[in-house]
């Protein structure tokens, strides 16, 4: 599935007295193009939430390569690279399109839980989410073999 | 009545690329010491929300005078100006103890609600509030009048 | 002068425990206001910033109406109201466009600055940037003078 | 060494519409730690840049485990786990002290470098600093041994 990446501006109040963008902020950019992706799969946060679920973060991981300054362009490239039933996993490439730079790599994890933070398993209670999920992870695990063949 | 102020030191975070706290941390800072009033009142914001109200920000007014730079220490005095039973009005200094400076002036209004965010008057459902500030808004209105014989 | 408001989407990461967005947020949502009306002024921040030129804010007031909440789109409509060749004033209005309903009217006061933060007068320095906000300012007025006569 | 855990209580904007601190916010509250850390080591970071020095993250990891809530009061425990003389990493841990329980596991690196994001050897320019860390760094070894002969 080719999805179209997230794109913004660094804000100002983004930056750090380095001049750079303060990197406690790529985790929202990451949560942003999350919130993204869901709304492209035909299944946004409001949606999700409005059934009662949650998706609170398991893990956060971020490599930064090259800082983002002030009003420079980028986008943010995210898949799913895993997912059993209840907990998934992403992957992130935040890329510079003013500097042509790879700004950051990411990972992710996160779960299902209802709304007191208890996990919850999606095949029998949300079939339509577990689909989505399954066919993403089973995607990409396609896309490696292809890419294994080579 | 005499209440400590609010003190903590500027986070790295809190900084911009012109090196100084950006000026929407104000506003956190501004929440921090009402929470930290209201807890010196006796009326910890946890307790408040226990009940079922919520007090949402319905106008922020700042004046920066100087800036406050990384680490620097500041104290916030935070003081109740205006009560009616439902809304009311507090007035902040933001002081620089690193320079001896005055960082900010402002001034916040706020309305207790219930959880869908409907107003609510204190005085018959939560009269222990109600005093409290009643009496915070008179201590200020004595005050005034002190400072008018003077 | 007619320029297109600016838009976007309430982040995930912008909300608080009350379910809304955090009223310290829009102080943020203003500023990107500023700096797109900028841009599309052709006068980008990043420009100003390289002629040595700074912006810091002197005053916000923000009077918030009905809240944003997650995901809800919003516009900003942002107008200069004042100028005296070193300060100027803006004028904001934010629109929920997922309710219809007014979320926030605020008003901010800027000067120009070189990078030591003293203030600079840009009428003899700068006459380009002098001129963009003098019509602006200018045309604030007559719009204004169109509104009496009516 | 022992270095007195770095404590607060969680901010109201700090929590987003789950109810809980948003897991953007362990970044920045690593980030204080760490602030706090080195100035309890005599480093303090307003010396450090005072020497042209800066201290970019190259990395960072947090699993989340238990969610803090506002105003829950928490300590972080920050350690030196490594340095090579330009490069070194921390690791974390948060806990909540009002629920007793972890709130997060975390680790980040970070290297020294120039005021244009170059990295600096230590050891011959800032021999002091280089000192600081390395006993830092070794100290941990031998807690290590210490740990492994029992």
Redesign the interface.
Known sequence: MDIAPYK?HA???E??????V????Y??IL??SR?DLMAKLGL???KVEGLGL?I?????????KF?LR??DEFEVRCRVTGFNGCKFSLDYEVNNLTTGKLAVKASTSHCFTDER?VPVRLKKKFPEIYEIFAQLADNRKEDQNEYDKR
Chains 1, 2, 3, 4 share one sequence.
């Open positions: 913004r804000y100002y109040y930056t750090d007295k380095m001049g750079i303060h990197h406690s902020n985790v929202r949560e942003e919130v946004p946060f409001t949650m609170p973060v398991l893990s956060v991981n971020v490599e930064y800082p002030f009003d933070l």
